[in-house]
């Protein structure tokens, strides 16, 4: 049942002059904030109920000697940390906090593990040692400053992350190690630039690290810290040019290492690379798409990777010895993520969701020979609500034209389509953007995708405009400072493609995103409102300039790279001439934005401001505020109520009369 706290009428007082009601009202024992949302019907509740209760059961590592794993899986509220001892065991649940447990880094040669977790979701993460025998956690940081990126030696005797412990902002290395329990702290490396740095590998030995030092999603550079002396190496990027260097590891012999990077072409690459000499191997020169995974078995014989091509996932054995891989053909289609060895080498587990099927954990039996596996054995079996998975819908890859073009020829832009089962008539369209921008929508298993489509009759969208990822790094970065609309524009070619679709109504599209989807949808209203029906903003920018001056110090000139940098005159006036909240007067869709109150990378003021200019210009606008959330909704009594939310402001705005008697509401 839901917890209503309270209904209050509250007078504001607009631009016009005019006073106008905002009604609001708290749920979930006053840590949810609604403002002019109508109370969900008992219906939609109903209805959803199902699609709300899908769980995903993700890899996080295996235990010391390979016979078990841990899994991170909700049960409750929130994801904590599970044990399975054997493929379709029982979850063993281990962890039992209010908030959900971030990254997990088994401690080598002991029955433990460090994870992070933070508050509310304000990202201010902490670093705790989890003892898997005792049941035991302890915070290893300082309870105050940014921590994540965990890293264990290979003796388990030593851990790096980055942190901003030194003044709140920087992204600095620190190591901590541990002698018969006792921790030491150590500052190895100060980050002075801006960038953020972080541990990626260390040496068999211990006594070199692996650096990655992240600029933009264009540019990051991999260096080698030596652990005794301090010295730092330039092993791959510059300041020169654009290309994307990522550290993949150390050779079982220390005298060589892996990169993946984009410095040859299009695409990342895997490369191997010699310490000594410093002479390069491209291993995957035939692959023409990025390489977003390696990883190496423990005695070095055989290594795996993963490539996105064109949005799946597909796995490859490596063999370190002659720098041959091979395909993995007995995958099912879909998106591949955490891939590890266990202790022996002679399996390789891996989260795998599919478009019908959420997240969950598998194992390739693996044979003798570096390139050879046997059978993939299913470890996890996630409930779906119930729901038949087989009446579940599959995207379709489409690409269509956009304004500009590339040899003569209209420029394309990728697009997953999911359109209903048995439809009857054009439907209605949901364009859902993904966030970044530098992301990729990529055909994950999506309840509340397969909800739109059974429930409300309305097929789903997600393109990868310019800016995205996956497509090469000309793509990634066709959207950079003062190019910011021009994908924006692809949502407007978007829509022309939609209108030449008989089986999709022109008339009827709603756009949805997140953070910078968020902004994309604000800024679809704003050139756009006359071909739309509805708009949602999930903590979105509505304006560049005070997104830049508000976001937390420790991440503000990574986004200046990428959207521009304010305090440069030119720039500053660009950014306010595109600002959303400086265009109000051209919104005229409905509108539904939601925010997390504690969200450090888009903060509650963006949300706000363009909630009271909407407000102020006469538009009609929901507001839904989670006080113990961040970016995004992690509790599932507050992502229960959005996503019913949701279903009730596409129900008014977007569906036609056939689909509210469906859903049993008033006219």
């Known amino acids: 049942m839901r917890k209503w706290r309270f209904l209050v009428t509250a007078i504001l007082l607009g631009a016009s002059g005019f006073a106008s009601a905002v009604e609001t009202r708290t749920e979930n ?18 209805q959803l109920n199902r699609y709300q209760n899908v769980r995903s059961a993700s890899f996080r590592g295996w235990d010391m000697d390979g016979s078990g794993m841990y899994v991170s899986t909700r049960f409750g509220e929130v994801n904590q940390l599970h044990k399975v001892d054997r493929a379709g065991g029982a979850r063993r649940q281990l962890t039992f906090f209010q908030e959900p447990i971030g990254s997990v880094s088994t401690r080598p040669e002991r029955q433990q593990l460090a994870f992070t977790m933070d508050a509310g979701g304000n990202e201010y993460t902490q670093i705790f040692l989890f003892d898997a025998q005792s049941g035991k956690s302890e915070m290893i940081t300082d309870g105050e400053s940014r921590n994540g990126a965990i890293l264990w030696n290979k003796q388990g005797s030593a851990i790096a992350y980055q942190s901003t412990r030194r003044d709140g902002k920087a992204n600095d290395i620190w190591l901590t190690t541990f002698d018969n329990e006792k921790k030491k702290d150590q500052l190895i490396l100060k980050a002075e630039d801006g960038s953020w740095w972080g541990p990626s590998g260390f040496s068999q030995s211990g006594s070199q690290l692996l650096v990655l030092q992240y600029v933009s999603s264009t540019r990051s550079k991999v260096h080698l810290l030596n652990l005794d002396s301090g010295e730092l190496n330039l092993l791959a990027g510059s300041d020169e040019g654009d290309s994307r260097n990522f550290p993949a590891g150390f ?23 010699d ?66 060895f266990s202790p022996e080498g002679d399996k390789l587990a891996m989260s795998l969701n599919t478009p019908k099927t959420p997240s969950d954990t598998f194992v390739l039996e693996l044979g003798r020979r570096a390139l050879s596996s046997g059978d993939l054995n299913r470890w996890t079996f996630s409930e779906v609500g119930g729901l038949d998975t087989e009446q579940f819908v599959e995207p379709e890859l489409v690409h269509y034209p956009t304004f500009d073009k590339v040899d003569g020829k209209p420029r394309e832009i990728p697009a ?5 089962r048995n439809m009857k008539g054009p439907v209605p369209v949901i364009i859902s953007i993904h966030g970044g921008p530098e992301g990729q929508y990529r055909p994950f298993f999506s309840s509340t995708y397969q909800m739109w489509l059974k429930e409300l009759g309305a097929a789903v969208i997600a393109p990868n405009v310019r800016g995205s990822a996956g497509y090469g790094k000309s793509y990634l970065a066709m959207d950079n400072g003062f190019k910011r609309e021009d994908s924006v524009k692809d949502i407007g070619a978007l829509l022309d493609w939609i209108a030449t679709q008989p089986d999709l109504d022109a008339k009827r ?43 937390k110090s420790y991440r503000r000139d990574l986004r200046r790279v ?47 401001q363009i909630v009271n200019a909407l407000r102020e210009s006469g538009n009609q606008v929901w507001y839904m505020n989670a006080l113990n959330e961040g970016h995004g909704y992690r509790k599932k009594e507050n992502s229960d109520a959005f996503t019913q939310a949701t279903a009730l402001f596409f129900a008014e705005h977007l569906l036609g009369k056939e689909w509210k008697k469906k859903l049993a509401l008033n006219e």
């Open 509 to 551: 599209v709603a756009v949805f995103g997140g953070s910078y989807g968020g902004y994309m949808v604000l800024a679809s209203g704003v050139h756009y409102s006359h071909r739309l029906k509805a708009a949602v903003d999930i903590v979105g920018i509505s304006n560049f300039v005070t997104f830049l001056t508000n976001t």
């Open 251 to 273: 050779s079982y012999d220390d005298r060589s290492v892996f990169l993946v990077s984009d410095k040859g072409g299009e695409f990342t690459q895997l490369i191997r690379m």
């Open 562 to 608: 990428e959207y521009g940098d304010e305090r440069n005159p030119e720039m500053r006036a660009f950014l306010e001439r595109i600002s959303p909240n400086n265009n109000v007067e051209k919104i005229q869709v409905p509108m539904f934005v939601v925010q997390g109150q504690n969200d450090p990378r888009v903060p509650v003021t963006e949300a706000e």
């Open 275 to 340: 310490l000594r000499s410093g002479d390069e191997k491209v291993i995957t020169t035939d692959i023409p798409w990025d390489i977003s995974s390696f990883v190496l078995s423990e005695d070095g014989r055989r290594g795996a990777f993963v490539a996105n091509e064109n949005g799946m996932s597909s796995l490859y054995l490596y063999n370190p010895r002659n720098n041959r891989y091979r395909k993995v053909d007995s995958l099912p289609i879909g998106v591949i993520g955490g891939i590890e």
């Open 416 to 420: 997953f389509v999911y359109k209903p």
């Open 29 to 46: 024992n006053g840590q949810l904030v609604l403002q002019d949302i109508p109370p969900i019907p008992q219906s939609i509740a109903d």
